[in-house]
Structure formats: structure tokens, C-alpha cells
């Protein structure tokens, strides 16, 4: 078990570009989460893939924002034409199909976005 | 529409002594209550988590606190120690849903 994997870390860039993230969850995993966190405040929930389709969006991600997860491994989330406001931590999470249960979740160490 | 609320913002604790953080939510649908523990520069992990079908849950140091009745839990860190020192998080989500959703997090300062 490797854990949840995510890269880069940091992504300093400006205002305007475009940027992807990748997350490498854990292995036997078929759920991926993606959440956002900014300074002082709890992750925020983002989007969610069961294998490889997007089953959630949350009104957070806006039409800027796009997510896949191709062949139900890894996923990349994009943000086009960044803004001052994305300037964040983006975090990735894995857990196992919940079913009438709850699994708990495993987060990555996140990818830092600082905007210029 | 904050759904959970978490609270002190910050605390400060001597070594050997009790951490108690609170939360409270109100979403009655909610029956899974994870707490998260977050080093800076690290993503958050899972320390402990409890169902409403129970009222307190322990491993080792660290226990949750439920009551139902009142839609609060709360985290206790017993003998505190300085590697305690991180920002911990209440979550919650509820079955066949799985998104949680957070509280904005406790600051704790465990001083030597």
C-alpha cells in the first residue's frame, strides 16, 4: 500500500493559464475524491468518481474547472484560465465502494496552486 | 450553510494533559463522523471515526464522545504530547452518500 499519490506538489503559476493535477490513488480503490482546501478552513468536497465515471459534482467546480479519471486509475483535474480565487490546496482522496457502509477515506498530501 | 461546526478555533494544552475538541451538526440524515489529524504541509489522516449506534469509541489515546440527542461529538486526546501538535478535523457524511463534509478545523499546540 503506497497511499494516495499526487503530483506536483506546488504549482506556482499566473493568472490565465492553465493547469492539470494528477492523483494516483491507492490500488484496489474505486472511488477518487477530489476536495479543496484554503488557508485556516476544512477540505471542501469538489467532485467523485466510482471507477471511471463522474458520479458528483459540487457547485464549487465551476465550468473552469474539469475532471477525469480514464480506465478508472488515475485522475487529473484541470483548471483553465486560472484565477486569483483558485489559489489552493488540492487534495485527492481514495476509499473503497462504501455500499451501505462507510469506508473511510485516504487523502494525498495535496497539490499546493499559488496564483501570481 | 455550514453543516459542521467545529470548535475552538486554537488550543493549547500542557503535555500530559486532555485535548477536547467539539463538534456540532445538524444534518440528522449524517451517520459516519470521522476525525482527521493534518501535519502542515501534509494531507489530512484519518485518526478515528464513530456511528451514532454507539455513544464513545477509543483507540488508545484518542476517543470520541457521541450524543445523538444533541447532534454534537467531540474528540478527547488523553497525556497529550508535543507530536499532537496539528490541526484536527471533524468530518461527517452519511450511508450511501460518501462525500464528507468538514468543520474548519482545531489548531492544537501541545507545549513541552
Known amino acids: 500500500d503506497t497511499g494516495v499519490s499526487q503530483d506536483p506538489r506546488h504549482k506556482i503559476t499566473k493568472r490565465g493559464q492553465n493547469v492539470t493535477f494528477r492523483c494516483d490513488p491507492i490500488s484496489e480503490h474505486n472511488r477518487l475524491y477530489w476536495y479543496r482546501q484554503t488557508l485556516g478552513q476544512g477540505p471542501e468536497f469538489l467532485t467523485y468518481f466510482q471507477n471511471e465515471a463522474q458520479l458528483e459534482k459540487s457547485r464549487l467546480l465551476s465550468d473552469r474547472f474539469s475532471a477525469e479519471r480514464p480506465k478508472g486509475s488515475f485522475s487529473t483535474l484541470e483548471i483553465q484560465r486560472t484565477e486569483q480565487g483558485d489559489s489552493a490546496m488540492y487534495l485527492c482522496?481514495?476509499?473503497?465502494?462504501?455500499?451501505?457502509?462507510?469506508?473511510?477515506?485516504?487523502f494525498g498530501d495535496g497539490t499546493r496552486l499559488s496564483i501570481l | 450553510q455550514q453543516q459542521v461546526k467545529q470548535s475552538p478555533q486554537s488550543l493549547i494544552v500542557q503535555k500530559g494533559g486532555i485535548s477536547i475538541i467539539n463538534c456540532a451538526y445538524e444534518n440528522t440524515a449524517f451517520d459516519y463522523f470521522p476525525w482527521y489529524q493534518q501535519f502542515p504541509g501534509k494531507g489530512p489522516a484519518l485518526l478515528i471515526a464513530?456511528?451514532?449506534?454507539?455513544s464513545e469509541k477509543k483507540e488508545g489515546r484518542f476517543t470520541i464522545s457521541f450524543n445523538k440527542s444533541a447532534k454534537q461529538f467531540s474528540l478527547h486526546i488523553m497525556d497529550s504530547q508535543p507530536g499532537d501538535s496539528a490541526t484536527y478535523f471533524c468530518?461527517?457524511?452519511?450511508?450511501?452518500?460518501?462525500?464528507?463534509?468538514f468543520g474548519k478545523g482545531t489548531m492544537l499546540l501541545v507545549s513541552p
Open positions: 464513530i456511528r451514532p449506534d454507539v
Open positions: 482522496a481514495s476509499s473503497l465502494y462504501p455500499g451501505l457502509t462507510n469506508q473511510p477515506q485516504h
Open positions: 468530518a461527517a457524511t452519511y450511508s450511501g452518500y460518501s462525500t464528507l463534509t
